[in-house]
């Protein structure tokens, strides 16, 4: 499922990918990303006072980088592979 987020708080819009078998919502984020995508709305982090990456010492069921940042990857039943560092973001 898709969902276009806009906050009324920062002057930022980018849809949201909700997945329904977790409580995770993923989006694309400008700071990992180094190819061309068509996605014009995308999260732009280092614009955003209400972002911040989850430490290592972040109580969450994920692995550790080698930047002490929580990441995670996760295999779907069509293939698909979805992989990078966790987040939060209040709305």
Same mark, same amino acid.
């Given at each position: 499922?898709?969902?276009?987020? *806009? /906050?009324?708080?920062?002057? #930022? =819009?980018?849809?949201?990918?909700?997945?329904?078998?977790?409580?995770?919502? $993923?989006?694309? &984020?400008?700071?990992?990303?180094?190819?061309?995508?068509?996605?014009? *709305? /995308?999260?732009?982090?280092? #614009? =955003?006072?209400?972002?911040?990456?989850?430490?290592?010492?972040?109580?969450? $069921?994920?692995? &550790?980088?080698?930047?002490?940042?929580?990441?995670?990857?996760?295999?779907?039943?069509?293939?698909?592979?979805?992989?990078?560092?966790?987040?939060?973001?209040?709305?």
């Amino acid at each position: 499922m898709q969902l276009y987020i *806009s /906050t009324s708080l920062e002057v #930022q =819009s980018y849809w949201v990918i909700i997945n329904t078998g977790s409580n995770l919502k $993923w989006t694309l &984020c400008v700071l990992y990303y180094n190819f061309t995508y068509q996605m014009k *709305s /995308t999260l732009k982090p280092l #614009q =955003s006072s209400r972002y911040h990456n989850l430490s290592c010492t972040t109580s969450f $069921w994920s692995a &550790c980088d080698d930047n002490q940042l929580r990441c995670v990857k996760s295999s779907y039943g069509d293939g698909s592979v979805v992989e990078g560092s966790l987040a939060s973001k209040i709305l």
